[in-house]
């Protein structure tokens, strides 16, 4: 990760047996970020099998690109390309739009949230009305 005022965060992935407790390997340098009040400008992140095989550039999962926004819509992320080759790949793009379903303020909250998941919320966590 690169911030507005020229820091880099690095971090990785930890291996677990339980796939539900892994985290994605941009979480560390997001809370890095975070906890130094920097924003982030640019979010980059490759993977290698071991040291003598290439890099491969990894897109953001859709929870990361929800996570980047809290920087803003103008966070330039790595998108995997048919190329993956370090560096040469490392075709930026705007995470706006980048998931299948854009996050736009709600009409009746207010805040960024996603109509289909208020929806859901609402349906979920209705509490009847006693008779």
């Given at each position: 990760m690169h911030t507005a005022?020229?820091?880099f965060f690095t971090s990785v992935a930890l291996e677990s047996a339980n796939a539900g407790v892994l985290l994605c390997?941009?979480?560390g340098?997001?809370?890095e970020a975070h906890k130094y009040n920097e924003r982030v400008t640019h979010c980059l992140c490759v993977v290698r099998e071991d040291e003598n095989t290439?890099?491969?550039v990894l897109s953001p999962c859709g929870v990361c690109q929800e996570r980047l926004r809290?920087?803003?819509e103008d966070v330039?992320?790595?998108v995997t390309t048919a190329a993956?080759?370090?560096c040469r790949c490392a075709n930026y793009s705007r995470t706006t739009g980048r998931a299948p379903t854009r996050w736009k303020r709600s009409s009746v909250t207010g805040n960024r949230t996603n109509s289909a998941v208020l929806k859901t919320q609402k349906r979920l966590f209705t509490v009847p009305q006693a008779r």
């Open positions: 005022p020229g820091s390997i941009e979480t340098a997001m809370c290439p890099f491969t809290y920087w803003g330039r992320v790595g993956c080759a370090l």
